[in-house]
């Protein structure tokens, strides 16, 4: 099976929408709700990179985030839930299978570190995953956030959290 190719940034509006979705969940995570939300944004706005695409995004994300709209923040969940907890074995998006294959290569914290604070922090923020960006951070350095924003205990700023681009 060939390796998934990002479409040409300049190519999307013309793309069918089933390609659109595929794209979209390379980069983030195969999630309906997502794509409802963007696939609109993706036809009618040119990018002149991913990176502007995926900031345009987290524009829309960031709306619902702080929408006082009980069905905008159901919405901003359900598609925070289709992340995968990290250290899942099962991992859709590319990016998420490059991100945590780190994860894996950094034995020093044990999987049963990394599955309790997952379940700690889904009882803190019920109907939330723990999102962050992996990529260039450490398992340790992971855990110590997970285990900051679970101790911080702020729903509203998790929500916030979670859609934010780390360098």
Known sequence: MAAYRLPLITALS??????????LDHLFEPSVPLCTLSIDLLRDQTFSSY???????GVQLTRLAESSSTSDSRWLESILEAHPRLGEKKIDSTQSKAEQ???????????????????RYERTF??????????????????EDMQARIN????????TDAIKVRP
């Not at 013309?14 to 794209?23: D, F, G, R």
């Not at 109907?127 to 350095?141: A, I, P, Q």
């Not at 911080?152 to 929500?159: K, T």
């Open 126 to 143: 019920p109907g939330l995953r723990y999102v962050v960006f992996v990529n260039g951070r450490d398992r340790s350095t992971i855990l």
């Open 51 to 57: 990176d502007d695409l995926v900031a345009s995004i």
């Open 101 to 119: 294959a780190q994860l894996a290569l950094d034995a020093g914290t044990g999987q049963d570190k990394l599955s309790e604070l997952n379940a």
């Open 14 to 23: 013309s793309l069918p929408t089933a390609e659109l979705a595929t794209m």
């Open 152 to 159: 911080r205990d702020d729903f509203a700023l998790e929500r």
